[in-house]
């Protein structure tokens, strides 16, 4: 099964930076123009959140202030974009965010996966989702609405990216709840340059956003936040043969998640873990640099030790209107692969890949991740 919790990226080598990869390094199969749609978004940029004005007929002048990062990954085949306060302060519990977006390559549409948890509210652990064209200088996202729909009553939501220049460009957020008949435009967010690049970042620096706890600082979360650092991997296979990487790791979210990126046999593959307070699970989101391949979910009771993650495929978007919140507790029963976190340590984490051929066939063990970490 090529779906592994760490079918990821390139052999062990000198630790290089985690993003924003030059183009002259895309992969040949993500160079191609259609790819190269989002690219306009590259670098550090200044967000106005606008929301309707409840007096007047238009959107606010000035609304919420943020910065926003934007990095290449996985050899250009992903835009990584944090979001934090415009002037970052520990004591404000909202502006923080993440979102992904890569190419589908077999249905020729954008996905976009995000989390923005705030104060109060946990987030959607990377399971909010979109997909959509890019035609004409323009970008269209959709998705079904999850947290606002009921079965009689359902949701769309619609991203619009337009008035795209070299150093700014418009955002829009729309709802409708009459199958696309009318759009409620419910926020508009200015973006203006300020740098083409962003910050490197690595296990060291850290991802941009991450202050502290101020979001998550109770139970559940945290049960992965010893994964933050630099780390080695051997994958042992059952008949005994090792192949051997590398995990840079660091907190995000001001403590509602835990993500960087597995090197290892020539690929790599960006995993975040995060507790969903919708699903009531953790959920491990991977998504690799190997052209074509959609991002991926797995889904645990429990965090830490003794996890058990097992594959949800069903839980990726499949259209605009498809909920895929529904039905996510079969995930488990009918799972074919599973990975468990036998042993926790503060330098040492082993974790047992398993399959089966159904959901009624014993699990077999394909193999053994032991991550040990690298000190100074």
Not at 42 to 64: I, M, Q, S
Not at 86 to 105: C, F, K, M, N
Not at 252 to 281: F, K
Request: glycine letters at 10%.
């Amino acid at each position: 099964m090529t779906s592994t919790i760490f079918a990821v990226a390139m052999a062990l080598q000198t630790t290089t930076p985690w993003v924003d990869l030059p183009s002259e390094t895309f992969a040949p199969a993500m160079a191609t123009e259609d790819a190269r749609a989002y690219d306009f978004w590259r670098g550090e940029w200044t967000t106005n959140w606008r929301p309707r004005d409840p007096e007047g007929l238009d959107f606010v002048r000035e609304g919420t202030q943020l910065r926003q990062h934007v990095y290449t990954m996985l050899g250009g085949k992903a835009l990584v974009e944090f979001g934090e306060p415009l002037e970052p302060d520990p004591t404000i519990a909202s502006g923080r965010g993440i979102s992904i977006r890569y190419l589908d390559g077999e249905t020729g549409e954008w996905i976009m996966v995000q989390n923005w948890p705030n104060a109060g509210f946990d987030g959607l652990a990377l399971t909010d989702q979109l997909m959509g064209p890019a035609l004409r200088n323009r970008v269209q996202l959709y998705s079904h609405d999850a947290q606002r729909s009921t079965p009689d009553a359902p949701v769309v939501r619609r991203y619009t990216f337009s008035d795209i220049h070299e150093g700014s460009f418009r955002w829009e957020g729309a709802s409708t709840f009459d199958g696309g008949t009318s759009w409620q435009t419910w926020t508009i967010i200015d973006l203006d340059r300020i740098a083409t690049h962003a910050a490197p970042v690595n296990a060291s620096t850290g991802w941009p956003g991450q202050h502290g706890d101020l979001l998550c600082p109770d139970q559940p979360h945290g049960a992965f936040d010893g994964l933050a650092g630099n780390w080695t991997v051997t994958l042992t296979a059952p008949d005994g043969t090792a192949t051997t990487g590398r995990f840079e790791a660091a907190r995000m979210l001001d403590g509602c998640a835990v993500g960087g990126l597995m090197m290892m046999d020539g690929h790599e593959t960006l995993l975040i873990w995060s507790w969903s307070p919708i699903l009531q699970h953790w959920v491990q989101f991977s998504l690799t640099d190997r052209p074509g391949e959609r991002h991926s979910y797995a889904i645990a009771r429990a965090g830490g030790e003794g996890a058990d993650f097992h594959t949800a495929p069903d839980l990726v978007i499949a259209s605009y209107q498809a909920n895929f919140y529904d039905g996510f507790r079969t995930f488990i029963p009918s799972a074919l692969a599973r990975w468990r976190w036998s042993s926790m340590t503060d330098d040492r984490v082993t974790i047992d890949a398993e399959t089966r051929l159904d959901s009624e066939a014993d699990w077999s063990a394909t193999g053994t991740y032991t991550l040990t970490r690298l000190t100074d």
